[in-house]
């Protein structure tokens, strides 16, 4: 579902991805880890062409993405992602958030949209709140707006980083549980996070990141008892 060959990418002078080589197959859920500025986001970002890529081919589903242009918007399409900050539209009620895009971009009718929405909203809880505006709402009912945003899209891979790290503790797990059942139900999902219990109960393999590398991708039983690389093991160290 995901293919990545000999990726590179630079930021100036630093190296932010380094040849990285990664097939990720149709319902797998990758969890990534690794030391702050290792190049996790970056990572998640080149995957829907947030950021351009200097070398290398990136393809979802066996499209391969192109560098710019209309195939790149619908390639952009297929790839939903959620970030630490949830990025809500502040001037738009929680429904037009989450029917906004398929109207635009999929052409939606609105009605069509409206009630996908709606379907969205349910099923991460928050229905009720769908008049309301993103600063009415907690954190945690934030994230779940911005998961289903992105699920109005009907995406292919579902990219998540650090969703839950600008949440109240409390807020952690009602997002981790809508991931949980979304990962349940099949979605390829690559998810950037600090939450160990997630990662072993959902996570199918661990990618785990040290300067711009993929050092260590393992099963999670695997990783968190016996870790390869000192680097790993200094991360887990100072993690768990
Ligand atoms: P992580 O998510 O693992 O913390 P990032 O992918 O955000 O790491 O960043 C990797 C490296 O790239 C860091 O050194 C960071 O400072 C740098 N970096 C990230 N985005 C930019 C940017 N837009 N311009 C310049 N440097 C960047
Ligand atoms: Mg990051």
């Given at each position: 579902?995901?293919?990545?060959?000999?990726?590179?990418?630079?930021?100036?002078?630093?190296?932010?991805?380094?040849?990285i080589?990664?097939?990720v197959?149709?319902?797998?859920?990758?969890?990534?880890?690794?030391?702050?500025?290792?190049?996790k986001?970056?990572?998640?970002?080149?995957?829907?062409?947030?950021?351009?890529?200097?070398?290398?081919?990136?393809?979802?589903?066996?499209?391969?993405?192109?560098a710019?242009?209309?195939?790149?918007?619908?390639l952009?399409?297929d790839?939903?992602?959620?970030?630490?900050?949830?990025?809500?539209?502040?001037?738009?009620?929680?429904?037009?958030?989450v029917?906004?895009?398929?109207?635009?971009?999929?052409?939606?009718?609105?009605?069509?949209?409206?009630a996908?929405a709606?379907?969205?909203?349910?099923r991460?809880?928050?229905?009720?709140?769908?008049?309301?505006?993103?600063?009415?709402?907690?954190?945690?009912?934030?994230?779940?707006?911005?998961?289903?945003?992105?699920?109005a899209?009907?995406?292919?891979?579902?990219?998540?980083?650090?969703?839950?790290?600008?949440?109240?503790?409390?807020?952690?797990?009602?997002?981790?549980d809508?991931?949980?059942?979304l990962?349940?139900?099949?979605?390829?999902?690559?998810?950037v996070?600090?939450?160990?219990?997630?990662?072993?109960?959902?996570?199918?393999?661990?990618?785990?990141?040290?300067?711009?590398?993929?050092?260590?991708?393992?099963e999670?039983?695997?990783?968190?008892?016996?870790?390869?690389s000192?680097?790993a093991?200094?991360?887990?160290?100072?993690?768990?």
């Amino acid at each position: 579902m995901i293919s990545m060959k000999s990726v590179n990418k630079h930021f100036g002078a630093l190296h932010v991805l380094q040849e990285i080589d990664l097939e990720v197959p149709r319902g797998q859920v990758v969890i990534v880890l690794g030391p702050s500025g290792s190049g996790k986001s970056t990572l998640c970002r080149t995957i829907n062409r947030l950021e351009p890529i200097d070398s290398g081919e990136i393809a979802v589903d066996g499209k391969v993405l192109p560098a710019e242009g209309k195939a790149l918007a619908a390639l952009r399409a297929d790839v939903g992602m959620v970030f630490q900050s949830f990025n809500l539209f502040a001037h738009k009620t929680i429904l037009d958030n989450v029917m906004l895009a398929p109207v635009k971009v999929r052409k939606k009718s609105s009605a069509d949209a409206k009630a996908k929405a709606y379907e969205l909203l349910e099923r991460v809880g928050i229905a009720n709140q769908a008049d309301k505006y993103p600063a009415q709402l907690s954190g945690g009912q934030q994230q779940r707006v911005a998961i289903a945003r992105a699920l109005a899209m009907n995406p292919k891979v579902m990219l998540f980083d650090e969703p839950t790290s600008a949440l109240d503790p409390e807020m952690v797990n009602e997002v981790l549980d809508v991931m949980t059942s979304l990962a349940k139900e099949g979605m390829t999902m690559l998810v950037v996070t600090h939450e160990m219990g997630f990662a072993r109960k959902v996570g199918h393999r661990v990618l785990f990141m040290a300067d711009g590398q993929i050092v260590e991708d393992a099963e999670p039983a695997t990783f968190f008892t016996a870790p390869k690389s000192e680097r790993a093991k200094d991360f887990l160290g100072k993690i768990l």
